[in-house]
């Protein structure tokens, strides 16, 4: 779940598809979940998350970088509206 929704969860899985899927050029990036994955995260949780799931976080951040969004909480919303 994510801290600032309790009833968002992020199935690892369905994101590695969707990654997949974009690394493969054939469907867009997942910025739905790469914004939860890496927005209004607090450090314990970034550090939980790396000692869990390393994969996720750190590609969650490539396709962040490659997508060119901004990093700021509400830069980044309005990014994702503009999507």
Same mark, same amino acid.
């Given at each position: 779940?994510?801290?600032?929704?309790?009833?968002?969860?992020?199935?690892?899985?369905?994101?590695?598809?969707?990654?997949?899927?974009?690394?493969?050029?054939?469907?867009?990036?997942?910025?739905?979940?790469?914004?939860?994955?890496?927005?209004? %995260?607090?450090? #314990?949780?970034?550090?939980?998350?790396?000692? *869990?799931?390393? /994969?996720? !976080?750190?590609? $969650?951040?490539?396709? %962040?970088?490659? #997508?060119?969004?901004?990093?700021?909480?509400? *830069?980044?919303? /309005?990014? !994702?509206?503009? $999507?």
């Amino acid at each position: 779940p994510h801290p600032s929704n309790p009833n968002y969860s992020l199935e690892g899985a369905d994101f590695q598809y969707k990654l997949l899927r974009f690394f493969g050029g054939v469907g867009p990036p997942p910025l739905e979940e790469v914004f939860f994955s890496t927005q209004n %995260l607090t450090r #314990a949780t970034q550090e939980e998350l790396m000692q *869990e799931c390393p /994969g996720l !976080l750190v590609t $969650a951040f490539l396709v %962040l970088a490659e #997508a060119r969004l901004p990093v700021s909480p509400t *830069e980044a919303a /309005g990014a !994702l509206t503009k $999507a």
